[in-house]
């Protein structure tokens, strides 16, 4: 039982495997990019984040619009407030929280159970966009610049050199994987699949943010497996019985069009015949 638990966990975590591949495989080649090309990749997590965030409530599935989100606040704090070098003071301590920060919103999401989307709103999303707002606004009032000698020294010693995270937020990165990982094994949700591989490509992201385009393209990819996910997630419900896994009826009539109609049309002549 676990075994097959664990083989179907993995299956699971293909398409974000793959996503996370090609993000590191681009990354690569990405300082080799003309400028203006530069300028679309960075605006491309927007227009995907929003597209996700549509998509989501469009087909009513609350915690991929929630880790939608969540990835696209994340991304956006980064724009807004680090594109300057991390020696600064006021940077680097804004950088810590935010690694702290994202991990435990992810860590939150997992353990939400899915209530759809609410049209009337949802307070978690409410929750996740004001964590960011604070973050940055505390940073925009120069609060940060004097908060670098109270940080503890586990936030401030990198865990491996030369990676940019600290001891503190590997451990959380650790933890929140670990929680994806034993939720996903319970559940067996594509949803789940997602979340993890959502933190993991956080925290490789975060690791290696002194590179070019490294924000960019690790949020490129994990937008796109939200939006794999919705979309999968919607043919399976319409086309899939969740008792038995098995195709259904809609799945039945959508392969065999013609066969459908040739019953519809002796239907309506034995019922016809019958009249007379």
């Known amino acids: 039982m676990l075994a097959h638990a664990f083989t179907k966990s993995l299956r699971l975590l293909v398409p974000g495997i793959i996503t996370l591949i090609a993000g590191i495989l681009l990354q690569q080649q990405a300082a080799a990019l003309p400028l203006h090309y530069k300028d679309i990749v960075t605006l491309l997590p927007y227009v995907l984040g929003v597209i996700s965030l549509i998509l989501a409530m469009s087909f009513n599935q609350g915690r991929l619009f929630l880790g939608s989100l969540n990835a696209l606040c994340f991304y956006a704090a980064i724009q807004a407030e680090l594109q300057t070098s991390l020696n600064l003071p006021a940077n680097f301590v804004f950088f810590s929280l935010l690694c702290l920060l994202f991990p435990a919103q992810q860590a939150l999401l997992s353990l939400y159970p899915e209530r759809g989307f609410s049209p009337a709103g949802d ?51 650790a933890a929140t994987l670990l929680l994806n990982g034993y939720l996903l094994m319970r559940r067996q949700s594509l949803v789940d699949a997602a979340m993890l591989m959502m933190t993991l490509a956080a925290a490789v992201m975060l690791a290696f943010f002194a590179q070019p385009l490294v ?57 016809i015949s019958k009249i007379q």
């Open 123 to 173: 307070p978690r999303a409410a929750i996740i966009i004001f964590s960011y707002l604070l973050l940055c606004g505390l940073k925009y009032t120069q609060s940060f610049a004097g908060w670098i000698s109270t940080l503890p020294s586990s936030m401030v010693e990198l865990a491996y050199d030369p990676l940019l995270l600290n001891q503190v937020s590997l451990a959380v990165f």
């Open 215 to 271: 924000s960019a393209l690790f949020a490129c990819s994990a937008l796109i497996l939200l939006l794999f996910t919705t979309l999968f997630n919607s043919y399976s419900m319409a086309f899939i019985d969740e008792l038995t896994g098995l195709p259904g009826r809609r799945a039945l009539k959508t392969s065999l069009p013609a066969s459908a109609s040739i019953t519809r049309w002796r239907w309506w002549m034995w019922t």
